[in-house]
């Protein structure tokens, strides 16, 4: 999908382009980290959170991305450039596509070093490792794969040539087959396993941990990270989505296509979590126990399930694959911005960024081990109060918040405020060719709603808002 071959249109049809999207949208984000986060952040209340913010935040920003892209028809760096001067401002407004450049990249470097966990439990399931284990003998089977920085780096590096193979040659292809076919195959399979879940877990518990929330359990913290999650798990933020709108038929209703995506990416990580959390909670299980949870609790379901070896490598065979078709939307934007700033070819600017997100990855693969215990702790004093940002925090801890609970949010912001103050009324609804009342109803999110709600829970961590009232009282 390289710049040369952006011709209007890209996709044969709108269908494609969500599906497209979609498999950007649902991917590790989904299944791996939505499950994780909830149990650090104690449930119900962090969900809600959670899904206000694809709601009121992330569709209309998945819209504004959409429409940019396909009124730039560039790299999101170009893009911001042509729109910008379009509309009589700074072309600076670049800056913006560079930073989200930045954030895909640094996502993807760890994001494939996960992806290899998943790659990793493919053998070990079809081989039955873990027919019959308890769940202490399948975390120390997770502990000790985490504890091997050799095989990490051997998977890691299989996901990272995966990926570029792909974005050597251009997405097209590939993806349109992978989303086709291999998405509904992955939720069939999910469907699957919530049966097991539903008769061999503690459902309601489940269910109850998940749903009812408990507000006593929310920080600021956790509010922080829901939003940056549901920018995180709908792939916005850093111009992924604009990338792949710039190749969106100018016919194509961009509002519908965007509620689709958000729809199907939220139904995947509920069902995620319907399934892991029963499990969870039937074995006793840490629902906080971090970033290995669906690693330590699926295999106690497929250790246990008819056929599970069977389904098990068909499940982490799907969630590669799904990861796989959203690690290309995360270094596309790099990928063509490269080619136009060096006029290189694509499979040189592949091979050189695949390289460097490899080596950055490095730094994720040794934070389970060889490095765990260099850790970082960053706060800030404001007035009286203590802020801590992270405590004790990994390179691969600080690298997800600074992309997730940071980069992607500003992006994401940036984003809102350019589609709704920037550029001319006339101009994006003409792009969206909505009735008035929707278009409107998505002009006023963007303008007040994303950026006041953004600026809030940032304000809210910085305690900023405790301060003035301290002031004022
Ligand atoms: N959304 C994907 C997931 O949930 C990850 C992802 C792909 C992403 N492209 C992105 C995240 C762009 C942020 C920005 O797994």
Request: a negative charge; charged letters at 10%.
């Given at each position: 999908m390289s710049q040369q071959d952006s011709k209007a249109g890209m996709w044969s049809s709108r269908l494609i382009f969500i599906l497209a999207a979609t498999g950007s949208a649902v991917g590790l984000g989904n299944i791996w980290k939505f499950p994780y986060i909830t149990g650090v952040n104690g449930g119900g209340a962090f969900v809600l959170v959670y899904l206000f913010c694809i709601a009121l935040i992330g569709i209309p920003i998945m819209i504004s991305e959409i429409m940019m892209g396909r009124?730039?028809?560039?790299?999101?760096?170009?893009?911001l450039k042509k729109l910008a001067s379009e509309s009589g401002f700074s072309?600076?407004?670049?800056?913006?596509?560079?930073?989200?450049?930045?954030?895909?990249?640094?996502?993807?470097?760890?994001?494939?070093?996960?992806?290899?966990?998943?790659?990793?439990?493919?053998?070990s399931v079809m081989q039955g490792t873990f027919v019959g284990l308890q769940a202490s003998a399948i975390e120390q089977h997770f502990n000790a794969m985490i504890s091997e920085p050799l095989i990490l780096m051997l998977w890691h590096s299989t996901f990272t040539i995966m990926t570029m193979l792909i974005v050597a040659k251009g997405v097209r292809g590939g993806l349109e087959k992978a989303v086709t076919f291999l998405m509904p195959l992955l939720f069939?399979?999910?469907?699957?396993?919530?049966?097991?879940?539903?008769?061999?877990?503690?459902?309601?518990?489940g269910l109850s941990f998940l749903f009812a929330p408990d507000f006593s359990k929310i920080t600021s913290e956790g509010i922080l990270s829901a939003m940056g999650h549901a920018f995180f798990t709908l792939s916005l933020g850093m111009g992924a989505i604009m990338v792949y709108g710039s190749y969106l038929p100018q016919t194509a209703s961009i509002t519908g296509s965007a509620i689709w995506v958000a729809v199907m990416d939220t139904l995947v990580a509920l069902v995620a979590g319907m399934v892991i959390f029963p499990i969870v909670f039937a074995n006793q299980l840490e629902p906080a126990a971090g970033p290995g949870l669906i690693f330590q609790t699926l295999p106690l379901a497929f250790g246990q399930m008819d056929g599970g070896s069977f389904f098990g490598a068909l499940f982490f065979v799907l969630l590669v694959f799904a990861a796989w078709t959203s690690s290309i939307s995360l270094i596309e934007p790099a990928v063509a911005w490269m080619i136009n700033k060096f006029s290189c070819s694509r499979a040189r600017a592949s091979a050189y960024l695949g390289f460097l997100v490899w080596l950055v990855g490095l730094l994720t693969v040794f934070s389970f081990n060889i490095m765990s215990d260099v850790t970082f702790t960053q706060g800030m004093s404001l007035g009286s109060a203590e802020i801590v940002f992270f405590e004790n925090a990994t390179?691969?801890?600080?690298?997800?918040?600074?992309?997730?609970?940071?980069?992607?949010?500003?992006?994401?912001?940036?984003?809102?405020?350019?589609?709704?103050?920037?550029?001319?009324?006339?101009?994006?609804?003409?792009?969206?060719?909505?009735?008035?009342?929707?278009?409107?109803?998505?002009r006023f999110a963007v303008r007040w709603i994303a950026p006041i709600a953004v600026l809030i829970v940032f304000m809210n961590v910085l305690g900023i808002l405790k301060l003035i009232q301290s002031i004022f009282s």
């Open positions: 009124r730039g028809r560039k790299d999101p760096i170009q893009t072309p600076l407004w670049s800056v913006l596509g560079g930073m989200g450049v930045l954030a895909g990249f640094l996502i993807l470097s760890y994001y494939s070093v996960i992806a290899g966990w998943a790659i990793a439990y493919i053998p069939v399979i999910l469907i699957i396993l919530l049966i097991y879940s539903f008769n061999n877990g503690a459902f309601a518990e390179f691969f801890d600080v690298l997800d918040y600074l992309t997730s609970n940071i980069m992607l949010p500003i992006g994401g912001l940036l984003i809102a405020v350019f589609a709704g103050w920037l550029m001319p009324e006339f101009i994006t609804h003409n792009e969206l060719s909505v009735d008035k009342k929707i278009f409107y109803a998505w």
